[in-house]
T-cell receptor, first 112, second 112 residues
Framework: QKEVEQNSGPLSVPEGAIASLNCTYSDRGSQSFFWYRQYSGKSPELIMSIYSNGDKEDGRFTAQLNKASQYVSLLIRDSQPSDSATYLCAVTRDTGRRALTFGSGTRLQVQP | DGGITQSPKYLFRKEGQNVTLSCEQNLNHDAMYWYRQDPGQGLRLIYYSQIVNDFQKGDIAEGYSVSREKKESFPLTVTSAQKNPTAFYLC???????????FGQGTRLTVV
């Protein structure tokens, strides 16, 4: 079982729709959770971080965390063609090995 | 401008040759990381360092070596023992007490 699992996609949504990206993790000791966006051929860019259960909103992005279910999600409202990228979920502990563990990413395609 | 600089952007290695990838940051971050990304895959941790003169193996350290003699620098050597080195190499850093990491632009290594 992979430590961080994501559906590889592609997830295809029409412009203006809500894109929903999901991630599950296996380490119950994980305390910090992140979403990175990676355009083809480029390095990952941090777009959201979340540390406690519930929702966290930043502009068109909402991260949701449920530690009991070991589940993290990212919602992108009013999706734009420029949102087309691979979205990487990453988790880490706050003690011990404090390095991010990444999922393999979900490719999002926003159709104009 | 503050940031993480990786060089070179593209690197070609002959079979049996060692090569060193550079990573420099001027963000005053304590922790630095090296990840490897293969096509269509997530990021896998090679080595990480939480403080100067100390570093830890990640999940795929075999065939790689690092040093951390200065806070701002964390070079990665890909040795001839690494049998399949062709990949996209990403360096990241984070501030003490925080786990969110920021990435350099990456080095694409190809064996010829």
């Amino acid at each position: 079982q992979k430590e961080v699992e994501q559906n590889s996609g592609p997830l295809s949504v029409p412009e203006g729709a809500i894109a929903s990206l999901n991630c599950t993790y296996s380490d119950r000791g994980s305390q910090s959770f992140f979403w990175y966006r990676q355009y083809s051929g480029k390095s990952p860019e941090l777009i959201m971080s979340i540390y406690s259960n519930g929702d966290k909103e930043d502009g068109r992005f909402t991260a949701q965390l449920n530690k009991a279910s070991q589940y993290v999600s990212l919602l992108i409202r009013d999706s734009q063609p420029s949102d087309s990228a691979t979205y990487l979920c990453a988790v880490t502990r706050d003690t011990g090995r404090r390095a991010l563990t990444f999922g393999s990413g979900t490719r999002l395609q926003v159709q104009p | 401008d503050g940031g993480i600089t990786q060089s070179p952007k593209y690197l070609f290695r002959k079979e049996g040759q060692n090569v060193t990838l550079s990573c420099e940051q001027n963000l005053n971050h304590d922790a630095m990381y090296w990840y490897r990304q293969d096509p269509g895959q997530g990021l896998r941790l090679i080595y990480y360092s939480q403080i100067v003169n100390d570093f830890q193996k990640g999940d795929i350290a075999e065939g790689y070596s690092v040093s951390r003699e200065k806070k701002e620098s964390f070079p990665l050597t890909v040795t001839s023992a690494q049998k399949n080195p062709t990949a996209f190499y990403l360096c990241a850093s984070s501030s003490a007490g925080y786990t969110e990491a920021f990435f350099g632009q990456g080095t694409r290594l190809t064996v010829v």
